[in-house]
């Protein structure tokens, strides 16, 4: 059953992220043409709005211009809280980990590219989420359902008209799936892998804890969540930076050589370790704008919905706010992953390894003629290792891979001092060696992907023994405010489509949904979560560009107009700062 689900995901997934332009061997996809072609458009229509307004949107999270008297739910501080705890999370911990695994160290530099696009992509779909955004008396009785719902939904049907509901419908349904697999179900299985794996933790039992936390928190609502959020975010992130920092400093003199890498591997790929060293460069750039996109959210239309929910009545203030979220999740944090993973070495490296054949990090591979591997197939009901080896080890042969990579040599110790001889059962998951002993873990050198990946190599940078339990913690903080926060953005799409009274039911499904998550493969849930990435862009980034022309006149306004002055507590002092007269600009 396992398999076949797998192959139609499979399927699924190159339809929606494969399909597109011939170039040569390889497709440019159009959800990728769309994408990023959509982040160049804002960018010029706005000039360049990303670079002139960055000053201006940490100026504005300060709350210097805060007015509690302006409709809404939170702060801009808890909005930007909030959708940054949605972006800042798994997908900068195990996300960056995935592109460099499968794209090579060249799949940061188009992290880079979406992030930079994004934060002009990020600019319009939020103001226009703020300015179509629905307002409600609030029920004191219920603060779960309240005050402001916004996002694409409202902005396709208020921005385009009654004729484009429908498409405002789709957006909705594909978005409430979004954030219970990906938003959801993608966390709370990351956790649950770095807990099994370093602590023997059931998955189960990793998932009824954390999503015991999340649902005391999301059945107060976007008031509860922004508070939480306000406090977690900065928390976690200022932790995980100060501590990458520290391991740049400490390999300081590998910095040069790894941006040289980066960049080189971006046009010329040849290193990878899951069979992609092959010069395969739309396949590096796919990998860093899949995951960029995973990771800043950037035109996927998710982060609008908790911008909408911010006190002001200027749009275009929170649309700058939100142009921070791209510039501090991918361009600084991101970075800092990869670089870590690279400096360290541990990005193509194998290390010893506890094969648990029962865990959701083992796959069977072939290798190809063209040096990738291929998997989600139905491998033999035996594969045979003779004294550590296994006897088919060539181009077509089905092998035993740990994060999709064919391991080379099996032992029964963790010492590696004594070679297995027998037969791996791929049904029953189970090692039967040539005497009968049955065994449901063998031990080899096998590469790390995901988190497990980032936790070897913050392990590997920092002195002593503790580097990893930095990336445990964050991983812990990481996954639950990430879910926390698309807990709202599915309860608002769940609002749109069947109305107030649908907000509860859906929190105790996402509940449910991450306990199911916890207990999945991790190769299936990130692989769903690509594909409902990949359909909800599409509606979001054509009504977006669509409505670019509103934007525009927006931002336009807002700029000549200047009305945060009007708030600004530090034009009553005379002794302005040359940085403060800055930002007031």
């Not at 597109?20 to 982040?39: M, N, Q, R, T």
């Not at 769940?494 to 649908?502: C, D, K, M, V």
């Not at 009504?543 to 530090?570: C, H, M, N, Q």
Request: hydrophobic share 50%; aromatic share 12%.
């Amino acid at each position: 059953m396992y398999d076949r689900i797998a192959r139609a995901v499979e399927f699924t997934e190159s339809v929606v992220w494969n399909w597109g332009i011939p170039v040569g061997d390889e497709s440019i996809p159009f959800v990728v043409i769309l994408l990023l072609g959509a982040g160049v458009y804002f960018t010029l229509r706005l000039g360049f709005i990303q670079f002139r307004r960055l000053g201006h949107g940490f100026a504005l999270v300060s709350g210097r211009y805060d007015d509690a008297d302006d409709v809404g739910d939170v702060s801009h501080f808890q909005a930007l809280s909030t959708a940054l705890s949605a972006t800042v999370g798994i997908g900068n911990i195990a996300g960056v980990a995935l592109a460099i695994h499968w794209g090579g160290p060249g799949a940061l530099f188009w992290m880079w590219v979406t992030g930079v696009l994004g934060m002009a992509t990020k600019f319009s779909e939020v103001t226009l989420a703020q300015k179509y955004r629905n307002v409600r008396e609030p029920d004191p009785e219920r603060p779960w359902e309240g005050v402001v719902a916004g996002g694409p939904m409202y902005y396709i049907e208020r921005g385009l008209g009654k004729a484009w509901k429908p498409m405002a419908v789709v957006f909705a349904v594909f978005l409430a799936a979004v954030a219970l697999f990906t938003g959801n179900g993608v966390q709370a299985n990351t956790v649950a892998d770095v807990f099994n794996s370093e602590f023997g933790v059931a998955p189960w039992m990793a998932g009824l804890a954390t999503a015991g936390i999340i649902g005391v928190v999301i059945i107060g609502g976007i008031s509860r969540i922004g508070k939480v959020t306000g406090i977690l975010a900065p928390a976690m992130a200022g932790l995980y930076v100060a501590a990458a920092l520290v391991i740049l400093v400490l390999h300081w003199d590998r910095l040069i050589p790894s941006f040289a890498l980066i960049v080189t591997e971006a046009f010329n790929p040849t290193a990878g370790v899951a069979g992609v060293g092959v010069g395969t460069f739309l396949f590096t750039m796919l990998w860093g704008v899949r995951r960029g996109l995973f990771s800043n959210e950037a035109g996927q239309g998710s982060a609008p919905i908790a911008h909408a929910a911010a006190r002001t009545d200027e749009p275009v203030s929170e649309g700058v706010v939100a142009l921070l979220e791209p510039f501090i999740d991918t361009l600084v944090i991101c970075t800092m992953t990869a670089l870590v993973i690279i400096v360290t070495g541990s990005w193509d490296d194998r290390v010893p390894t506890a094969l648990n054949l029962s865990s959701g990090n083992v796959s069977y591979v072939s290798e190809g003629e063209d040096g990738r591997y291929s998997f989600f197939q139905a491998a033999p009901t035996e594969l045979r290792i003779s004294q550590g080896v296994p006897v088919a080890r060539g181009v077509g042969d089905v092998r035993m891979a740990w994060h999709e990579v064919p391991v080379e040599d099996f032992y029964l110790d963790a010492e590696q001092t004594r070679p297995f001889s027998g037969v791996l059962r791929t049904g029953s998951r189970e090692a039967v060696a040539a005497d009968g002993t049955v065994v449901g873990v063998l031990y080899g050198n096998a590469v790390q992907n995901g988190a497990p990946l980032t936790m070897l190599s913050f392990q590997r940078g920092l002195p002593g023994d503790w580097g990893h339990y930095v990336v445990i913690l964050t991983v812990l903080l990481f996954g639950i405010s990430t879910a926390i926060a698309w807990s709202y953005y599915g309860d608002r799409c769940a609002f749109y489509l069947f109305g107030p009274r649908a907000v509860l039911p859906y929190k105790l499904l996402f509940v449910g949904m991450h306990f199911v998550g916890a207990v999945s493969p991790l190769i299936l849930a990130w692989t769903i979560g690509d594909i409902l990435l990949g359909l909800v862009i599409i509606p979001n980034l054509i009504a977006v560009v669509l409505l670019s022309g509103t934007v525009k006149g927006e931002a336009d306004s807002y700029f000549r107009r200047r009305p945060w002055r009007k708030r600004s507590p530090l034009l009553k002092r005379p002794d302005l700062s040359w940085t403060s007269r800055r930002l007031e600009k």
